[in-house]
């Protein structure tokens, strides 16, 4: 059974800090992915990983970075946090070589004030 | 570009009716579609894909090249099938793992 897990449900951090949201997974995944999900917008990808180390920009980057450095574990880092950055951030992860399934975590809701 | 459109925001149907959700795409090549739920205090999960040709938990889908669509159905509708839905697509090739999103549709089955 797939378990992607991230590090908080709810976090609340201040405007101008540095957020970091971390993403697991067991199942040897090559590809993770760090989205954020808004009502009326759907899931908007902002990074994702294909391997270790490796990085590439999703449709909204800006603001966001990520970091790799095991195969398990993604990271995303917002360098200084803003108002507009209050979303629901869903990491997930896949293998590759095909149309596979996405697994999910659960989310992290949060809220910049 | 790729893009995909999810036409309604909110849908509500009764128990034992059908439902329709619909799902339009962009995209130049032979794209990959999905069907994604998320039920109320769950995670987001995968509930059909066209390569399969599947039928899960009642849905289908048809991959309408001519319309661009990819609409979910099922023939009578049940209180547990509320959730949000997403449809997505996937473009192949080196990208194939990457997947584009609509906006979702939120569909509420009353008793």
């Known amino acids: 059974d797939v378990k992607v897990t991230q590090s908080s449900r709810y976090l609340v951090k201040r405007t101008g800090e540095k957020v970091f949201l971390e993403c697991v997974q067991d199942?040897?995944?090559?590809?993770m992915f760090w989205y954020r999900q808004d009502p009326g917008l759907g899931l908007r990808l902002i990074y994702f990983?294909?391997?270790?180390?490796?990085?590439e920009k999703g449709d909204i980057p800006e603001g966001y970075s990520v970091s790799r450095e095991k195969k398990e574990r993604f990271s995303l880092i917002l360098e200084s946090a803003s108002t507009n950055q209050t979303s629901m951030y869903l990491c997930?992860?896949?293998?590759?070589?095909?149309?596979?399934?996405?697994?999910f975590g659960p989310g992290t809701r949060l809220t910049v004030t | 570009a790729q893009r995909v459109t999810q036409p309604e925001k909110l849908l509500s149907v009764f128990k034992g009716a059908p439902v329709e959700l619909k799902c339009n795409y962009s995209?130049?090549?032979?794209?990959?579609l999905f069907w994604y739920v998320q039920y109320s205090r769950q995670r987001l999960q995968l509930l059909l894909r066209?390569?399969s040709r599947e039928s899960i938990k009642g849905f289908t889908a048809d991959l309408n090249k001519g319309e661009t669509s990819f609409h979910l159905k099922k023939p009578f509708a049940q209180e547990e099938d509320s959730a949000m839905y997403y449809c997505?697509?996937?473009?192949?090739?080196?990208?194939?793992?990457?997947?584009?999103f609509g906006q979702g549709t939120r569909l509420t089955i009353n008793p």
């Open positions: 066209h390569i």
């Open positions: 990983s294909y391997d270790v180390k490796m990085k």
């Open positions: 199942m040897d995944h090559e590809n």
């Open positions: 995209y130049s090549g032979s794209p990959e």
């Open positions: 997930a992860s896949t293998q590759t070589g095909g149309f596979y399934e996405q697994y």
């Open positions: 997505a697509l996937s473009g192949g090739g080196r990208g194939a793992q990457k997947l584009v």
